[in-house]
């Protein structure tokens, strides 16, 4: 079975520090990976997506980036954090192609304080 | 621009009375919609899905239904329990690209 992790669980940073949040994707190959935040009372907005090693579509322009170095691995970084960089951040994998109707799958996600 | 819309940012109902969410979509491109339950500090878990072709999906106490011409779609929960308490959120997907749009969430709050 397939299993998304994530991490680290929770992470407290200053302002203007770089970061750096991992997703990995375990018992599928080629998985189509998503990063999310959820703002305090928001919904789920949609930051990146990649269909493969090194492509990455941006969604929202901001400071964050990134970046699929494996088939199977899904970075989230900054440069230079933001207050408005706070929220919950969550990794999630689709399979298949972009004619599918697979169902997306949500890792635990990291909780993100900027001060 | 808010293609998925929950309007309802809040429910209460009766444990074993019947819990219903709506989600309101502009996309006529989306094909495909699906329901996702999240506790505080997890990430969603997948409850029911529907595509287009259809206009009802049940699965045990969960059923979607979908009103293309009025893109709406609505998740009935009966009979609601206590650990049904969580937010849901719809989410749309038109099946010709890899994005999902998701809706602002309903917490819906089951009273013993």
């Known amino acids: 079975s397939q299993t998304i992790h994530q991490w680290p669980a929770t992470l407290v940073q200053p302002v203007g520090s770089p970061l750096s949040l991992e997703c990995t994707v375990e018992?599928?190959?080629?998985?189509?990976l998503y990063w999310y935040r959820q703002a305090a009372g928001r919904g789920l907005q949609l930051l990146f997506y990649?269909?493969?090693?090194?492509?990455i579509s941006s969604e929202v322009p901001q400071n964050l980036s990134a970046s699929r170095p494996q088939d199977r691995q899904f970075i989230l970084s900054s440069k230079k954090l933001l207050l408005s960089d706070s929220g919950f951040y969550l990794c999630?994998?689709?399979?298949?192609?972009?004619?599918?109707?697979?169902?997306?799958?949500f890792g635990p996600g990291t909780r993100l304080l900027v001060l | 621009d808010q293609q998925v819309k929950q309007n309802s940012p809040s429910l209460s109902v009766q444990e074993g009375r019947i819990s219903i969410l709506n989600c309101d979509y502009t996309?006529?491109?989306?094909?495909?919609f699906l329901w996702y339950k999240k506790y505080p500090a997890e990430g969603p878990t997948f409850l029911i899905s529907?595509?287009?072709?259809?206009d009802k999906n049940e699965d045990g106490r969960f059923t979607v239904f979908l009103n293309k011409s009025a893109k709406h779609l609505s998740l009935h929960i009966v009979p609601s329990q206590p650990g049904d308490s969580a937010v849901y959120f719809c989410?749309?997907?038109?099946?010709?690209?890899?994005?999902?749009?998701f809706g602002t969430g309903t917490r819906l709050k089951v009273l013993a």
């Open positions: 989410a749309a997907k038109n099946t010709g690209t890899y994005k999902y749009i």
């Open positions: 996309n006529s491109m989306f094909d495909y």
């Open positions: 529907i595509s287009s072709i259809k």
């Open positions: 999630a994998w689709g399979g298949g192609h972009a004619g599918g109707k697979e169902t997306q799958y």
């Open positions: 018992g599928t190959s080629n998985p189509n």
């Open positions: 990649s269909v493969g090693i090194g492509q």
